[in-house]
């Protein structure tokens, strides 16, 4: 009965051995496959940056989703003045001097397209038209900021759900 409880142990620590060391070369096969950026801080700047692009939306976005939802009987003015102050305060977001120069001159430059994005919006519900600028200019907006996250391996944020 000793010997069988015996190599029972020795069965379990040889199996649970074996898992141990199949799951620290799946830790590093993954590591491998990371780039070096996004284990770094230009990660988490990028996801910060993105972050407080989205706490402006949504801050000041419900006079303009409430206006475009009443199908032209809410509040024009109210919505106005929001998706430009939106923009206004888009352009106030600072990026951080530790951001490589490359990407930081991206992400200012997303940063002001998603601005002029948000003052097409307004020119659009000024003027009723059908929105093909507006359209435009988030697609814009969306392919520049999608590079300037991929260069360092991250998938592109899509801010659809945010603007609406």
């Not at 009443?70 to 206004?88: K, P, Q, T």
Request: hydrophobic share 40%; charged share 25%.
């Amino acid at each position: 009965m000793k010997k069988w409880i015996f190599s029972m142990i020795l069965v379990l620590v040889i199996v649970l051995s074996a898992c141990t060391e199949e799951a620290n070369n799946v830790d590093t096969a993954d590591s491998e496959q990371v780039p070096a950026d996004q284990s770094g801080e230009t990660v988490t700047v990028l996801m910060n940056i993105q972050m407080e692009m989205i706490q402006t939306i949504r801050k000041h976005l419900e006079p303009v989703t409430s206006y475009e939802m009443s199908a032209g009987e809410g509040d024009l003015e109210a919505a106005v003045e929001a998706s430009n102050r939106i923009a206004n305060e888009l352009r106030g977001i600072e990026i951080p001097e530790n951001l490589d120069d490359d990407l930081s001159a991206d992400m200012k430059d997303s940063i002001e397209l998603l601005a002029l994005y948000f003052e097409e919006r307004a020119a659009a519900m000024s003027e009723g038209s059908d929105g093909e600028e507006v359209t435009a200019a988030l697609d814009t907006f969306h392919q520049k900021i999608g590079e300037a996250f991929e260069e360092v391996g991250l998938h592109a944020p899509n801010f659809e759900k945010d603007i609406y």
